[in-house]
Structures are given as structure tokens and as C-alpha cells.
């Protein structure tokens, strides 16, 4: 197994264990921080095994952070929806 994949499934194991922890913030201030060291993990695993894996990875970050992402997608959707200014 390489580095990069030994990496990638601590990520997701520490990710769980954050989870299970009660926070006063909702985990935000954990998510902001497992961000920031999964974008470069996810595209280490990217890099060294191609885009299948690395969506793979992706799909297992997205459903850990799922609130963040979901609430990427309404800011995305409102922003595409939103009429031209005049």
C-alpha cells in the first residue's frame, strides 16, 4: 500500500473519530481543518493513481463533511439562480 493511500485512509479514519467527539461549534472548526489537509491528500491520491481513486476518496471525504458540501451546493445554486442586476 502506498504512502499516499495510508494517508488518505487515516484522513477518514480521524475524520470518524472527530465526529464522535461533541463540539460546541458543530464541528465546523474540525471540518475547516480536515479541508485543509484533505485537498492536498486527495490530490496525492490523485496524482500517484489516478482520477478513479481519487474520486473514490472524494466520495468518502464528501459524505464524512457532508454539511459543508451541502451547503457549498445551496450557495452555488442561489448564485446560478440569482437575476442579473440592473
Do not use: C, Q
Amino acid at each position: 500500500m502506498s504512502l499516499s493511500l495510508i494517508a488518505g485512509l487515516s484522513w477518514l479514519i480521524a475524520a470518524n473519530v472527530i465526529a464522535m467527539f461533541p463540539s460546541r461549534d458543530h464541528h465546523w472548526r474540525n471540518a475547516y481543518m480536515l479541508i485543509t489537509l484533505g485537498v492536498p491528500i486527495l490530490g496525492w491520491i490523485t496524482y500517484e493513481h489516478g482520477p478513479l481513486l481519487g474520486l473514490l476518496f472524494l466520495a468518502g471525504g464528501a459524505s464524512v463533511l457532508r454539511w459543508p458540501v451541502y451547503f457549498l451546493a445551496r450557495r452555488a445554486k442561489a448564485l446560478v439562480r440569482r437575476p442579473p442586476a440592473e
